[in-house]
């Protein structure tokens, strides 16, 4: 009797770890004077509230949010010492894509000239918390050993949909445009590279901080009316129509006074989770990286963990919040600053729009 024996070929595992940074962000630096002139609110009202003082402009002739991440991808990728042409799968994480489909992903491929190879791209769109998540993706994706090359990029071209008039000036202080990337590849040590993601969501507070038109939801979650749909009809266009332009309601929309009450709830929970599941505490942190939302979350989230000023990193007093793309802005400008060096422990936390929020631990 024959005895056949079957054999498997088991993956080992690896860590992934960032091989390289870059960010970009426009040359067009606009000033909350600069903003004074455009609707009522001052220097000393933003920068209170905010602790914002300037935020950058994409040059709207000749750059888009694909653009932005090409320039940024083209940094990390030198930065990685790789070819373009390496590059085996794109994750685009944005609020503000080029087009409201196909998503931007497919873009950057084409502009990094990679389009021919076929490189599969997905786009996330997770606002806020999104350069966290797709970190995530790309993590499980590096773990399996279904990619060695993943280009994560974070791209906002927020200064072409904004309310510029005192009607959306609590919006429109707030954000500005840049992108932000990084090359990320198997780690072989388990003890470095990214310990662990944690991801959460919560649609109870969709609309609290949101841009609900243009949208396919024919005002079905809220007041139908108030964006000019009745329902009468059979055919009738509920994507977008004149009424929302003459009442202004293709503007993002934020309850910021909810927003902020429930961030400064997550964002610590979050970081405590990252923490605890690898067994350390604040104490062990070298540097934690928190998505730019709002100058005053960052230092009450400071407080309640008890960091030193030297364990947190803050750079909106001259980004603004660039969203999906404000951590790996952050992580790139510390790197390049001294302050994330070989064997730091390195915390990234984020929370937005959905609400959702989410935490990575990485030994770099």
Known sequence: MVIFRASYQFHKMNNTKIAGLGFYVP?????????EKLMDTSDDWIVERTGIKERRYVDRKTETTAILARK??????????????????????????DYYF??????????????EKGVPAIDVRNQC?????????????????????????????????LDFTTRGRDVSVIFGDGAGAVILQPESNPKKGI????????GRFAEKLAMLSPGAHAGIHGNGEKYGITGDEEFETVIVNEKMLEDALLFPYMNGKYVFKFAIQKFPEVIMEALKTTGYNPTDVNLVIPHQANLRIS???????R?????????????????????????????????VKKGDLICLAAFGSGFTWGSALIRW
């Open 27 to 35: 040359e067009k630096i606009i000033t909350n004077h600069d903003l």
């Open 72 to 97: 940024a991808a083209e940094r990390a990728i030198a930065d990685a010492g790789i070819e373009a042409t390496d590059i085996d799968f794109i994750v685009f994480a944005t609020l503000s894509p």
């Open 195 to 202: 310990l662990t993601t944690h991801l959460h969501a919560d």
């Open 102 to 115: 196909p998503g931007s992903g497919v873009l950057l491929q084409r502009e990094l000239g990679i389009a």
């Open 307 to 339: 960091l030193r000023d030297d364990q947190m990193f803050n750079n909106i007093q001259k980004y603004g919040n660039t969203t999906a793309a404000s951590i790996p802005i952050a992580l790139s400008e510390a790197r390049d600053e001294g302050k």
């Open 299 to 305: 230092q009450y989230v400071q407080k309640i963990l």
């Open 129 to 161: 918390s999104g350069f966290i998540y797709g970190l995530s993706v790309a993590d499980q994706f590096i773990k399996s050993g279904m990619y060695k090359n993943i280009l994560l990029v974070g791209a906002e071209a927020h200064s072409l949909g």
